[in-house]
C-alpha cells in the first residue's frame, strides 16, 4: 500500500482519465484530468504526477499530485474523456457537452466549444451522463435516452436514433469504428451500429430476472466481443457479443453500485472497479499455467499478447479466460487497492503500471507501481 499517494482536494471527484500517451515511446503517464460533482461550484482540473525520479531529498511523496490548472463546469461532471492529449470531452448533469482545452505551454485551460443542449427533454434539459470519443467523432448517451454524435470540428450534432431508448443510458463505449455499445437503467446491453440507418439496435443483451440497471461498460481492447459491465447490484458481468442474449458469467464483485469497470488497454487479464461501498478491486485471471504460451516473452511483452489475444479465424486462437466457464482452467484473483474503506470511489482509470481514483472523501489517489 506504501504506493498509494493520497490527495484530498476539496471537492468529490465524479470522474478521472489519464492524458493518453505513447506506447510506442513506452512513455509512463504523468498528467491526469479530474471532474468534480456536488459541489458548490463544480471544476475540470489537471493534474500532474511530476518527475519519476524523485530526488531523495525531496521532502514530499514521489509522484505526489499537482494541480496544473482548472476551469469552471456549469453542473455536474458526469463524463470525462480525452479527445486527443489536449482536449477534453465533458457530460454535464446541465445536458451539456463541452470541449476544454488544456494549454500545456503556459498550463491554462480554456473552453473550445459548447453544445448546451445535447441532452433535454421536451421542457427541460436531461443530463448527459456518458461520453466516448474517437477523434474527431464525440458520441453521447443521457438521461433522455438518446444518442447523439457531435464532431470536434463542426457545430451541429446527429443524432443516432431520435428515441434511442425508452429509459435511462448510463454509459457507452467503442465496440469496433462503427459501432458502440450502451447500457441502461433496465439491465440491458446495447449495441448500436451507425452505418444502419435504423432507430433500432443490431444486437439487444440483458440481465433476465430484475432489471438491475447497469451503471459501467468496458470492451476487452484485443478480443471486441467480449464485454464487462457493472450495475446497482454490485455484480461484474462479462458477455461474450457473439453468443447468447444474457451475461457469460456473474461474479459477486461489491456490496453497493459499481461505478466503474476498465481492463487494463495492455496487459487485459487485469480488470479494476470500483463502488459506492468504498472500495477499489484489482481482479487478475490466473490459469495453472499462467498462460504460458503467450507469456513466453515475458509478462510485459505487450506486442507478443496483443498478437496472441487478437481474434483468429482458427481453432488454435487463445480463448481468453475471461470466457472460460471451467473455474479449475481458470483462476480469478482479487486484491483491495485502497488501504481502508472510504466513501463513494466515483471513478478510475489505468494507464501503464499507473492508477488513479476518485472519491466522495474529497480525495484522489493515485498508485504508480500497479502489478501489471
Not at 265 to 276: A, G, I, V, Y
Request: net charge negative.
Amino acid at each position: 500500500m506504501e504506493s498509494i499517494n493520497a490527495k484530498y482536494v476539496s471537492q468529490k471527484i465524479s470522474k478521472t482519465r489519464w492524458r493518453p500517451v505513447s506506447y510506442s515511446a513506452l512513455q509512463q503517464p504523468d498528467i491526469f484530468v479530474t471532474g468534480s460533482w456536488d459541489n458548490e461550484e463544480n471544476k475540470v482540473s489537471f493534474w500532474s504526477i511530476g518527475s519519476h525520479e524523485a530526488s531523495a531529498n525531496e521532502d514530499r511523496f514521489e509522484g505526489d499530485p499537482q494541480l496544473l490548472c482548472d476551469q469552471r463546469h456549469n453542473g455536474d461532471v458526469l463524463d470525462l474523456q480525452f479527445l486527443d492529449p489536449d482536449r477534453v470531452v465533458t457530460a454535464s448533469s446541465t445536458g451539456a457537452v463541452t470541449i476544454f482545452h488544456h494549454h500545456q505551454n503556459n498550463q491554462t485551460v480554456s473552453v473550445a466549444h459548447r453544445w448546451p443542449r445535447a441532452h433535454r427533454y421536451p421542457c427541460d434539459n436531461a443530463p448527459c451522463t456518458g461520453v466516448v470519443c474517437s477523434s474527431p467523432e464525440i458520441v453521447t448517451v443521457g438521461e433522455d435516452g438518446r444518442v447523439v454524435i457531435f464532431r470536434a470540428d463542426q457545430r451541429g450534432s446527429d443524432p443516432l436514433p431520435e428515441n434511442a431508448d425508452s429509459s435511462t443510458i448510463h454509459a457507452v463505449t467503442y465496440l469496433r469504428t462503427t459501432e458502440i455499445l450502451t447500457v441502461n437503467s433496465i439491465g440491458q446491453l446495447k449495441m448500436w451500429d451507425f452505418r444502419q440507418q435504423s432507430s433500432s439496435p443490431s444486437q439487444i443483451l440483458s440481465l433476465s430476472g430484475d432489471r438491475v440497471p447497469l451503471h459501467c461498460v468496458d470492451r476487452h481492447p484485443n478480443q471486441q466481443h467480449i464485454v464487462a459491465t457493472g450495475g446497482q447490484d454490485g455484480m461484474l458481468c462479462v458477455w461474450d457479443m457473439r453468443q447468447g442474449s444474457a451475461p457469460f458469467s456473474l461474479m459477486e464483485a461489491h456490496s453497493a453500485e459499481m461505478w466503474e469497470v476498465h481492463f487494463h488497454p495492455t496487459n487485459p487479464d487485469h480488470l479494476f472497479t470500483c463502488s459506492e461501498d468504498g472500495s477499489l478491486l484489482h481482479w487478475e485471471t490466473l490459469s495453472p499455467s499462467d498462460m504460458a504460451s503467450y507469456l513466453q516473452g515475458g509478462r510485459n511483452n505487450s506486442m507478443l499478447s496483443r498478437s496472441a489475444m487478437a481474434p483468429a479465424g482458427g481453432t488454435q486462437s487463445l480463448i481468453s479466460t475471461w470466457l472460460t466457464g471451467d473455474s479449475s482452467k481458470a483462476r480469478l484473483e482479487t486484491t483491495h487497492m485502497l488501504p481502508s474503506q472510504t466513501l463513494s470511489v466515483n471513478t478510475l482509470d489505468v494507464l501503464g503500471q499507473c492508477l488513479v481514483c476518485g472519491t466522495d472523501g474529497e480525495a484522489i489517489f493515485v498508485n504508480r507501481q500497479v502489478p501489471v
